[in-house]
């Protein structure tokens, strides 16, 4: 019997465990599902008998000693902030690990180490990054085959809400870790356009944003993602003078979550003595200067910001409940830990209603052996979350997670090191059974003609 240890129970995980549960007889496997609050987890192994919750602490060395020595397969879905100690004990141990998380340069070493003790370790296997990855990965070695160069390379990735379902101002539902919500776009971004390389730190990110058109969903706002210039030669496009890696809300979300950031409340550093006792307009005054008058708050943040006291933005500001009375109480003590709980409390995924994600793929491609003939490529895909049922965030996460584990303990991903799935062997069999799913990309592909250029809203165009 091979053994699976899920490390994380929260928004992200639900599919991944039932998935691994339901298909645990028929390929000989036990699931032991570990989180910090034992209840949740056993909530998601819900008495299956072949499944366990444990009680899961990450920072006891002892612990996680103790479980990743017993496992065949860690599967991460803990905050990526625990990826590092995680990898580095599934070293020790000689365990495979799959990971939902980033490849930072925190793990550059990873992959000598996993090649001497023959485990595969596979990051950024979730949607976005990992169905993105792939995705992408299928359209560049099609065009590879017909030898074509591709020269500007744009992905977006999105969960949100679905358009019938835009109930709250923000136009947003939590589906997924709200700390990393919270905290999005802390290392600021850069990315390469037109052979230039562009930065954008943290308390820019919100304001560089530009409109992409999708398919039957309308215009989204997109905002740059992380660092997208490793991605050039992860994906091997050597030729490419553009490479830029976005995020897609529904518009106006940047324009309002840039004011929470300029006003400094992503702040997972500094403690606030006696927080829970504090009201989250107490909080705000905090970060106030005191210079900045006003016969209230909302003229207060509206002098200090620059922005109207009775504008949209504001009044944004005020339904989240920055300017609430309302007592923090026991959730942490940073400001980050009162944000994730508002952000909890007011944009939650209401009953009967449901999420969506979204991936875009656009590329400009010649191909030099047909007297440089070029084209647009269009790759694009949507899925819809189930009403009081699985999320979209939740499948789109877990199940290309769960169905690397099945390829890993069934012999048919024969890959040692550390990797992103860009391989052919973690892509095509995982792409198939996305498809299955439901999880499938449309391609549109269309001319471009001598002395035209494809009009993107970024470009200046619409």
């Keep these: 019997m091979k053994h699976i240890l899920v490390l994380g129970a929260g928004q992200s995980a639900p599919y991944l465990i039932d998935y691994l549960l339901k298909n645990a007889e028929e390929y000989d496997w036990f699931v032991t599902v570990g989180d910090i609050d034992l209840d949740l987890a056993a909530k998601r192994v819900d008495n299956h008998p ?9 920072h006891s060395t002892d612990q996680l000693r103790s479980h990743v020595k017993k496992a065949d397969v860690v599967v991460h879905m803990l905050s990526p902030a625990f990826l590092t100690p995680v990898a580095w004990e599934c070293i020790e141990q000689s365990t495979h ?3 939902v998380s980033y490849r930072d340069r925190s793990l550059i070493g990873l992959d000598d180490e ?17 169905i993105d990855h792939m995705s992408a990965m299928k359209v560049i070695q099609h065009v590879r085959d017909n030898s074509g160069h591709i020269e500007k390379f744009y992905s977006y990735g999105s969960g949100i809400p679905a358009p019938e379902n835009r109930s709250n101002p923000f136009n947003y539902v939590i589906t997924w870790n709200p700390r990393n919500v919270v905290m999005a776009g802390l290392t600021g971004a850069q990315y390469l356009e037109h052979d230039e390389i562009k930065i954008v730190p943290y308390h820019m990110v919100f304001s560089h944003t530009w409109r992409v058109k999708v398919p039957d969903l309308g215009v989204l706002e997109a905002y740059p993602n992380r660092d997208s210039l490793g991605y050039k030669d992860a994906f091997g496009l050597k030729y490419a003078n553009t490479m830029v890696r976005g995020t897609l809300r ?24 006696d927080l829970a006792n504090r009201s989250y307009k107490e909080l705000v005054e905090m970060f106030l200067p005191p210079h900045y008058n006003g016969s209230n708050v909302r003229q207060r943040v509206g002098n200090y910001l620059q922005i109207s006291p009775t504008g949209s933005i504001m009044e944004k500001l ?34 009967g209603s449901r999420d969506m994600v979204a991936l875009v793929h656009d590329m400009d491609v010649t191909y030099p052996d047909e007297d440089n003939r070029r084209e647009r490529i269009f790759s694009h895909m949507k899925a819809f979350g189930d009403p009081d049922g699985f999320t979209a965030m939740a499948k789109a996460v877990g199940l290309p997670a769960a ?18 799935p860009t391989h ?31 009009k993107r809203a970024h470009q200046g165009s619409e």
């Design 50 to 58: 072949r499944g366990q919750a444990v009680r899961f602490n990450v």
């Design 97 to 99: 690990l799959i990971s």
């Design 114 to 130: 996993a090649l001497k003790k023959g485990i595969l370790m596979l990051f950024e296997m979730g949607l976005d990054p990992g």
């Design 250 to 273: 529904w518009p106006g979300w940047s324009e309002t979550w840039l004011q929470i950031v300029r006003l400094g409340l992503p702040n997972e550093h500094m403690e606030i003595p």
């Design 318 to 351: 005020e339904w989240f409940g920055l300017f609430s009375e309302e007592k923090i109480g026991d959730v942490g003590t940073t400001a980050c830990d009162a944000m994730v709980a508002l952000a909890q409390q007011k944009m939650h995924l209401l009953p």
């Design 403 to 420: 169905l690397a584990v099945k390829l890993l303990l069934t012999n048919k991903l024969p890959l040692t090191g550390a990797h992103i």
């Design 424 to 454: 052919p062997m973690v892509y095509e069999p995982i792409l198939a059974e996305l498809a299955e799913s439901g999880i499938e990309f449309r391609e549109d592909v269309t001319a471009i003609h001598e002395g035209e250029e494809p």
